[in-house]
């Protein structure tokens, strides 16, 4: 199985930026690619972003597109996910997840545990 990490924990302010991280270990690399998902209390986990792991294709939810950026680096199996501009409905758990790069929660097998992201305003 794959293994997800997922660190970068932290508070900011509104219009801060902060880094997210997801190292994935266990069996193999993942084959497709790694995706983000959020989910703030009382709402359903949603698409974030996602990149590819074999050319570095990108996908994103348009309330973050311009703001955010996912990256990956194969050598060190890790991706990450660069959040600029942040805003207060930011604040969420964010997840990683693998391996796929389709905005849906159900394409994905793999999860990581969860790392909270917290705006101010």
């Known amino acids: 199985d794959v293994q997800l990490q997922a660190l970068g924990e932290g508070w900011r302010r509104r219009g801060g930026s902060l880094r997210l991280s997801c190292q994935a270990s266990g069996r193999a690399p993942t084959k497709y690619g790694v995706g983000w998902f959020r989910q703030a209390p009382g709402n359903e986990r949603e698409f974030v972003a996602a990149?590819?792991?074999?050319?570095?294709?990108?996908r994103y939810a348009d309330s973050v597109k311009g703001r955010f950026t996912v990256s990956r680096d194969n050598a060190k199996n890790t991706v990450y996910l660069q959040m600029n501009s942040l805003k207060v409905e930011d604040t969420a758990v964010y997840y990683c997840?693998?391996?796929?790069?389709?905005?849906?929660?159900?394409?994905?097998?793999?999860w990581g545990q969860g790392t909270q992201v917290t705006v101010s305003s």
């Open positions: 990149v590819s792991w074999s050319d570095g294709n990108t």
């Open positions: 997840a693998a391996d796929s790069q389709l905005p849906a929660a159900s394409m994905y097998d793999y």
